[in-house]
């Protein structure tokens, strides 16, 4: 929610989804309706549920140019060090404040 209230602040229109398999639905609507997302950021790992890392693959398979952008709060996790390698466009660390979350908007935005 506080990732969406920044973003709405920064003048983006929101959906959020809860996990992995909410995510691909959503954009899978979205890209079908010729409307695809600008930008999607995803969660590493959700616990229980389908993570960034899965839902990335799955949308680069109908998607090779959506802008994916990987949030974690685990920094040395591997995949943020070769994000682009596993389908993100770049990555964020948590927490972030709305000045950072601008900087990588503005960064492959």
Same mark, same amino acid.
């Given at each position: 929610?506080?990732?969406?209230?920044?973003?709405? !602040?920064?003048? !983006?229109?929101?959906?959020?989804?809860a996990h992995g398999e909410e995510a691909i639905e959503k954009y899978k609507t979205a890209f079908a309706a010729k409307?695809?997302?600008?930008?999607?950021?995803?969660?590493?790992?959700?616990?229980?549920?389908?993570?960034?890392?899965?839902? /990335?693959?799955?949308?680069?398979?109908?998607?090779?140019? /959506?802008?994916?952008?990987?949030?974690?709060?685990?920094?040395?996790?591997?995949?943020?060090?070769?994000?682009?390698?596993?389908?993100?466009?770049?990555?964020?660390?948590?927490?972030?404040?709305?000045?950072?979350?601008?900087?990588?908007?503005?960064?492959?935005?």
């Amino acid at each position: 929610d506080v990732v969406s209230d920044m973003l709405r !602040h920064l003048g !983006h229109i929101v959906e959020s989804a809860a996990h992995g398999e909410e995510a691909i639905e959503k954009y899978k609507t979205a890209f079908a309706a010729k409307n695809p997302f600008d930008i999607a950021i995803m969660d590493l790992t959700i616990p229980g549920k389908m993570g960034g890392r899965e839902a /990335a693959k799955i949308i680069r398979q109908f998607d090779p140019n /959506a802008y994916l952008i990987v949030s974690s709060g685990y920094s040395d996790d591997a995949i943020l060090n070769k994000q682009y390698e596993h389908g993100f466009s770049a990555y964020i660390n948590k927490p972030y404040d709305i000045a950072e979350l601008s900087r990588v908007l503005k960064s492959i935005g």
